[in-house]
């Protein structure tokens, strides 16, 4: 692996802004599994008056799942960044090992994939999908 070329002063704002963004995330999670836990009490304690709305309380409650995972993932994105910057391997390319440009990483700073392999990536995953129809 070759040395990527951030300096101490990116590297460190980086990861504060790394940092931030965990912290700001498992915020929205605690915030989050406090209203499912909060919304179930109150489904348990409601009578379900027909099918319609049976159907409209499980539409809501995988919404709110879903997202509870999204924000569990984008958490450990966040911490697989800070390991990366603490192995010395932040910034550089999980695919190409070419470095990440420091813009692409100022506007996601939990980037693994350069600009290029990261739009191979998403042109494969699209092909994949629509070969699946």
Same mark, same amino acid.
């Given at each position: 692996?070759?040395?990527?070329?951030?300096?101490?002063?990116? #590297? !460190? =704002? #980086?990861?504060?802004? $790394?940092?931030? #963004?965990?912290?700001? #995330?498992?915020?929205?999670?605690?915030?989050?599994? !406090?209203?499912?836990?909060?919304?179930?009490?109150?489904?348990? !304690?409601?009578? &379900?008056?027909?099918?319609?709305? +049976?159907? /409209? *309380?499980? *539409?809501?409650?995988? =919404? &709110?799942? !879903?997202? %509870? &995972?999204?924000?569990? @993932?984008? %958490?450990?994105?966040?911490?697989? +960044?800070?390991?990366?910057?603490?192995?010395?391997?932040?910034?550089?390319?999980?695919?190409?090992? @070419?470095? %990440?440009?420091? /813009?692409?990483?100022?506007? /996601?700073? $939990?980037? %693994?994939?350069? $600009?290029?392999?990261?739009?191979?990536?998403?042109?494969?995953? =699209?092909?994949?999908?629509?070969?699946?129809?």
């Amino acid at each position: 692996m070759k040395p990527c070329c951030l300096s101490d002063s990116q #590297l !460190s =704002t #980086l990861k504060r802004e $790394v940092q931030s #963004l965990e912290e700001q #995330l498992q915020a929205d999670l605690e915030a989050e599994q !406090s209203d499912k836990k909060a919304e179930l009490s109150l489904v348990a !304690s409601s009578e &379900v008056l027909d099918r319609a709305e +049976a159907v /409209n *309380v499980a *539409v809501g409650q995988q =919404t &709110v799942l !879903s997202h %509870i &995972v999204q924000l569990e @993932e984008e %958490i450990i994105e966040c911490r697989n +960044a800070l390991q990366r910057i603490e192995d010395g391997r932040y910034g550089c390319c999980g695919s190409c090992d @070419e470095e %990440i440009e420091l /813009n692409r990483l100022m506007a /996601n700073p $939990v980037a %693994i994939l350069c $600009v290029g392999c990261q739009s191979q990536y998403e042109l494969h995953r =699209t092909d994949n999908k629509a070969a699946s129809f």
